[in-house]
């Protein structure tokens, strides 16, 4: 690690030339806790604010099943939400835009993607609003992971209301409230873990190649300590043991559901499977799956959102 410290302290001490803002930017883009401001529908509470990101590879046994599945769901969605343009803005690893696109994805509607630069953010200079994501609906500005769930949920089934103190919004703020924020110690537990991390982003992020070399190590190394800071804020003694303790409470409270919907998903469980996209792949994630009892359900989550609903250009 003296090499990559040395590696990271001169990276670090050129970024002031490169971009003033490089290291703390690096820092907001990639812990868990916030690209979004704080939302009224939790209270006020704060969101968390960084990311690291992976897509899954789909291994659930009744593909075809499933696929059936999701064919009849999307024609009965069609007739209801059928916009002609969705541009969700992004950062690739942001565990909220997963959220997002996990329901986008569900749900079969097509959408387009904008990679964010995280530095700069001239994709979004056309917005008062400077955080990710943003999705834009037919020209419509929609912001905060939560909140554009929740409006496109209402656009799709107008005639339903959620109850604040129904399962499924009690489960929906255990992820927004707790979840998440066990997440960003784990990825950046070790040294190794944050440069791991910090690999996928800047691999699949919109930098520049002096940036993405800066903020692999310089973020990799700020992270690092970044994240034993957020175990003192969080009060948690051991990280894998709090990320194994959320994996089994969530299961737990399936109930021997295949999903917290019952037959098919709910909001919940697409908010726990976005959130846990960004993790799924890396070592944190890969030690959650063979330590508890959510591997199953992550496998049918995979196979029951299918293939993402983007439209490539």
């Known amino acids: 690690m003296r090499r990559v410290t040395g590696l990271a302290a001169r990276t670090i001490s050129s970024s002031v030339a490169i971009h003033p803002g490089l290291a703390q930017t690096a820092a907001m883009m ?28 789909v291994f659930f046994s009744a593909a075809a099943a499933s696929s ?3 064919e009849v769901h ?10 002609k343009e969705v ?36 994709e979004i ?42 399962e499924e919004t009690k489960w929906r703020k255990w992820v927004d409230n707790h979840l998440v924020h066990i997440l960003s110690p784990n990825i950046y537990r070790s040294t190794s873990e944050a440069l791991e991390s910090f690999d996928y982003i800047t ?9 993405r070399l800066v903020a692999k190590y310089a973020g990799a190394t700020a992270m690092y300590f970044v994240s034993k800071k957020l175990k003192k804020k969080y009060n948690i003694t051991d990280e894998r043991a709090a990320l194994y303790d959320a ?25 726990v499977f976005g959130v846990l996209r960004p993790i799924r792949y890396l070592r944190s994630g890969k030690d959650m799956v063979d330590n508890t009892r959510i591997g199953e359900w992550y496998s049918r989550m995979e ?10 250009e």
């Open 87 to 122: 541009v969700l803005y992004q950062y690739e690893a942001c565990p909220f835009c997963n959220k997002v696109k996990a329901f986008l994805d569900y749900n079969k509607i097509p959408y387009k993607i904008v990679e964010v630069n995280p530095l700069f953010k001239k």
């Open 74 to 83: 999307a024609k009965e969605m069609a007739h209801k939400f059928n916009p």
């Open 303 to 312: 196979n029951t959102v299918g293939e993402p609903s983007r439209i490539k």
């Open 203 to 211: 691999t699949h992020g919109n930098f520049g190649f002096t940036e």
């Open 247 to 271: 994996a089994e409470t969530w299961v737990d409270g399936l109930n021997g559901r295949p999903f917290l919907g019952g037959s098919k998903p709910n909001l919940a469980d697409l908010a």
């Open 30 to 57: 990639t812990t868990i806790p916030s690209s979004e401001p704080p939302s009224p529908r939790f209270g006020g509470l704060p969101t968390p604010s960084f990311a690291g990101g992976f897509a899954g590879i």
């Open 125 to 166: 200079k056309w917005s008062d609003y400077k955080k990710v994501p943003i999705l834009t609906v037919d020209g419509e500005q929609l912001v905060d992971s939560s909140v554009i769930i929740d409006s496109l949920y209402q656009r799709m089934h107008p005639g339903i209301s959620k109850s604040e103190d129904d």
């Open 68 to 70: 059936l599945g999701q």
